[in-house]
């Protein structure tokens, strides 16, 4: 792993071999248009106020360890399989851990800014919960743009958690990119535009 950006990307590929049935919502995070992610607002409501994660998968790709790909159940069965794009239906799993890492990294270097990341994505769902028919509106970028950066702090803080303290340094300088983006949202249009602050 280069830069903050590249472990992104690669963290994100390693999570989608473990749990196959994050493809599709991991797709549309990253790669957008903002309305295959926004689309999801229910699961992704329902999912981060249910924590529903892997912990132990979300771990496993962050410290590059093998593991079995999670077998997929019935959505995914229905949709073809990993392969076919499939999604699970409970939300994404990475943004939903979130509250969990807050509490585990309690007391260490990252406690603040997993709290701040942790209160951010909790906004940001509150908001979305309130929204009614969102995926076309001239807001749905900067939502979008929102929600990657919620993932990407997220990712940032799992790759940080395997690497320990042999971590690079810019996992520290990432997540605060990440975390004053996510706390002055005007200036980020769009999901391409807050995934190009991570530093690359």
Do not use: N
């Not at 958690?161 to 005007?186: F, T």
């Amino acid at each position: 792993m280069g830069t903050a950006r590249d472990a992104l990307f690669e963290y994100a590929a390693g999570t989608v071999r473990l749990l196959p049935g994050q493809a599709a919502v991991t797709s549309a995070v990253l790669q957008g248009p903002p309305a295959a992610l926004l689309e999801r607002i229910p699961q992704l409501v329902r999912g981060f106020a249910g924590e529903r994660t892997d912990g132990g998968a979300l771990f496993r790709a962050a410290a590059g360890l093998p593991g079995e790909a999670a077998v997929p159940g019935p959505a995914d069965k229905a949709d073809g399989g990993a392969d076919g794009g499939a999604d699970d239906g409970r939300g994404c799993a990475l943004v939903q851990s979130l509250p969990a890492l807050s509490r585990e990294s309690a007391g260490s270097a990252m406690a603040s800014r997993a709290d701040r990341l942790t209160g951010a994505a909790d906004r940001l769902h509150w908001e979305l919960a309130e929204l009614g028919d969102l995926p076309g509106s001239p807001a749905a970028g900067r939502f979008a743009a929102r929600y990657a950066l919620c993932y990407a702090g997220a990712a940032l803080l799992w790759l940080w958690r395997a690497g320990g303290e042999s971590c690079p340094e810019w996992a520290y300088e990432a997540v605060d990119a990440v975390l004053a983006a996510l706390e002055d949202p005007a200036h980020v249009p769009d999901a391409p535009a807050a995934l190009a602050l991570i530093p690359g």
